[in-house]
């Protein structure tokens, strides 16, 4: 019988979902991405690119440590992987000895006769 009660002062009447089984809550997810408007980028990758910019190179870990209360490590890596695909960012070095940097424009030489 006490353990009958306790169960109830868990399991209130009023969150019964019709089924007659409590609903659980889940916390308030945050808000879409938006995209920049002058790049197309997501905000978060707009984030990552002006960080780049900010302090020239950083490994893989100084960005997951700078951005882990923003979004998920997973997201950073597909967001890095994004910004090489897209020719944004370079990657030198493999796996924990990888290094990101903004890539620079190929300035064309031209040579003159």
């Known amino acids: 019988?006490?353990?009958?009660?306790?169960?109830?002062?868990?399991?209130?009447?009023?969150?019964?979902?019709?089924?007659?089984?409590?609903?659980?809550?889940?916390?308030?997810?945050?808000?879409?991405?938006?995209?920049?408007?002058?790049?197309?980028?997501?905000?978060?990758?707009?984030?990552?690119?002006?960080?780049?910019?900010?302090?020239?190179?950083?490994?893989?870990?100084?960005?997951?440590?700078m951005f882990s209360n923003r979004f998920s490590l997973k997201t950073l890596q597909r967001d890095l992987a994004l910004l090489i695909e897209n020719k944004a960012i370079e990657k030198r070095g493999d796996k924990r000895w990888a290094i990101y940097m903004i890539r620079e424009c190929e300035t064309a030489s031209v040579s003159v006769n």
Request: aromatic share 6%; glycine share 4%.
């Open 1 to 65: 019988a006490e353990k009958e009660e306790s169960f109830k002062s868990v399991f209130h009447q009023d969150s019964k979902s019709a089924s007659g089984i409590a609903e659980q809550k889940y916390p308030e997810r945050e808000e879409k991405p938006t995209r920049n408007s002058n790049n197309g980028c997501l905000d978060r990758q707009q984030a990552i690119l002006d960080y780049l910019r900010a302090k020239k190179t950083a490994k893989a870990n100084d960005l997951a440590i």
